[in-house]
């Protein structure tokens, strides 16, 4: 069955510690995985996927197809990265809908 | 532009009431998704409509749940019946199927359902 896991619901960080969220995924298949936000009061958004390799607001996550993980990172966090993050999987036997994990919660703390 | 926006921005109703919420996708945007957000159950996907395709129902959660979208653009998920569990927040999301496989999905505010 296609699932997403993050395991923790609350990372609590100090600014400048570094930072990883954990992503674990199960899908038959070539996956296609994201990372999505949401700050306080602000919609959902995509912060980046895999297949784009990119580093945005300091975060990157690599693709371990052998550890079936997705690990979110960056080296040095700040206040504002405190949000929700989710960890989602593109279905792509379906029509693309997303297969969410239940979300990290990270708090950086001054 | 304008983004995806949703109506109402909450809704308070009485167990076994109907109730329809709203979704206006980004113009343009031919993908439409429906997503619910429990508390302690993240975001579960609903139903997807595709141009003039047969919509994907194959997340909806009940036969009391439904949802149309008329005209390629607007759409609206129906709940009937509603029972305390369907309290949420249900989000819309819709994407290009011109941006090629990225397929990004942007997101509506939400609508936060309340049965009491």
């Not at chain 1, 999505?36 to 958004?45: E, G, K, M």
Request: hydrophobic share 30%; net charge positive.
């Amino acid at each position: 069955a296609q699932r997403v896991t993050q395991p923790e619901k609350l990372l609590s960080v100090f600014k400048g510690a570094p930072v990883e969220l954990k992503c674990n995924y199960s899908y038959s298949g070539s996956p296609e995985l994201f990372w999505y936000v949401q700050y306080s009061r602000q919609r959902l958004q995509l912060l980046l996927r895999h297949i784009s390799r990119e580093s945005i607001k300091g975060f990157t996550a690599d693709l371990n197809k052998g550890e079936t993980s997705f690990h979110l990172k960056k080296p040095f966090a700040q206040e504002e990265d405190s949000a929700m993050y989710y960890c989602a999987l593109r279905d792509g036997g379906s029509q693309g809908n997303l297969i969410f994990g239940k979300g990290t919660k990270l708090s950086v703390k001054p | 532009g304008a983004g995806v926006s949703q109506s109402p921005s909450n809704k308070v109703t009485e167990k076994g009431k109907d109730v329809e919420l709203r979704c206006d996708p980004i113009s343009g945007h031919t993908a439409l998704y429906w997503y619910r957000q429990s508390l302690g159950q993240g975001l579960e996907f609903l139903i997807y409509f595709q141009g003039n395709s047969a919509p994907d129902k194959s997340g909806l959660p009940s036969d009391r749940f439904s949802a149309e979208r008329t005209g390629g653009s607007v759409s609206t998920l129906t709940i009937q019946r509603t029972q305390q569990e369907d309290s949420a927040v249900y989000l819309c999301a819709s994407s290009s199927r011109t941006s090629g496989s990225l397929h990004t999905q942007y997101f509506g505010p939400g609508t936060r359902l309340t049965v009491l």
